[in-house]
């Protein structure tokens, strides 16, 4: 399995589009994963998705994502767990052990009661605007 992280510094970017790396892990076995920082700068989007494609990328952890893009990236068969924050080594290991439940891991504003096997799935929801014109996701439908 292959897991990128998408990073700035040695965090989670808060948003994916302005992330100025990946980090991505090659989880063969937890005692020895192989690891690599790929520089992504200000590639378009659609070479991101490309890119993680051609990594043979599974799983992708981020801060907030554009869901046009999320939905991109789920096409290509990547799943996107989304509204992560918190150091590369504290994000991943919540997420071998299954505690991305974990408030302390998630962006301010968001949270989410949609989880499988400890692992956060389908769309969250962050507080925003409010008012006749607002949606929600739930579980990728538009209520």
């Given amino acids: 399995m292959v897991i990128a992280l998408a990073v700035c510094h040695d965090r989670l970017a808060t948003v994916f589009e302005v992330a100025d790396a990946l980090v991505v892990v090659k989880d063969g076995s937890e005692s020895n994963p192989c690891r690599r920082r790929i520089e ?65 891991f998630w962006l301010p504003g968001c949270r989410f009661s949609n989880f499988a096997g400890g692992h956060r799935r389908g769309r969250g929801r962050c507080r925003g605007a409010r008012g006749p014109k607002h949606r929600q996701w739930r579980g990728g439908m538009n209520v």
């Fill in 40 to 104: 992504i700068g200000r590639r378009h989007p659609m070479a991101r998705v490309s890119m993680m494609r051609e990594l043979e990328v599974s799983i992708l952890l981020c801060g907030a994502i554009a869901m046009p893009l999320q939905g991109m990236l789920e096409s290509a068969g990547i799943e996107v767990i989304p509204f992560l924050r918190g150091s590369v080594d504290d994000v991943l290991d919540a997420y071998r052990r299954g505690r991305l439940g974990n408030p302390d």
